[in-house]
């Protein structure tokens, strides 16, 4: 299994970005997907989950209510929308998988990474 994230860049308090991450090499359906971030000098943490059907997901509370995380079997791609972002959001986001469909919640369970891709929000 291989996972390639896209989409980060350089926006503005307040401005809108959407990550991508594409699945090779397996089934999307069959996995719960994550989204986590490492910002500098800081360990990674855990953004948004989501399980196999796209019916359950889970966020962190710094990014409850701004971060929406989705999911497109038929297309092998998760993404994860995020709105109004703030410095404090800056850093490197990877997707992962959980080869439990249901593991959306379980951050230990993730053991397939994808690349980062590096969020720069400016003040």
């Known amino acids: 299994v291989q996972l390639q994230a896209s989409g980060g860049g350089v926006v503005q308090t307040g401005a809108s970005l959407t990550l991508s991450c594409k699945l090779s090499?397996?089934?999307?359906?069959?996995?719960?997907m994550g989204w986590f971030r490492q910002a500098p000098g800081r360990e990674r943490e855990f953004v948004a989950g989501?399980?196999?059907?796209?019916?359950?997901?889970a966020y962190a509370d710094s990014v409850k209510g701004r971060f929406t995380i989705s999911r497109d079997n038929a297309k092998n791609m998760v993404y994860l929308r995020m709105d109004s972002l703030r410095p404090g959001d800056t850093a490197d986001y990877f997707c992962?998988?959980?080869?439990?469909?249901?593991?959306?919640?379980?951050?230990?369970?993730?053991?397939?990474w994808g690349q980062g891709t590096l969020v720069t929000v400016s003040p």
């Open positions: 989501i399980g196999w059907s796209g019916t359950m997901t």
């Open positions: 992962a998988a959980n080869p439990h469909p249901y593991g959306h919640r379980n951050i230990n369970g993730f053991n397939y």
């Open positions: 090499g397996g089934t999307l359906s069959s996995f719960a």
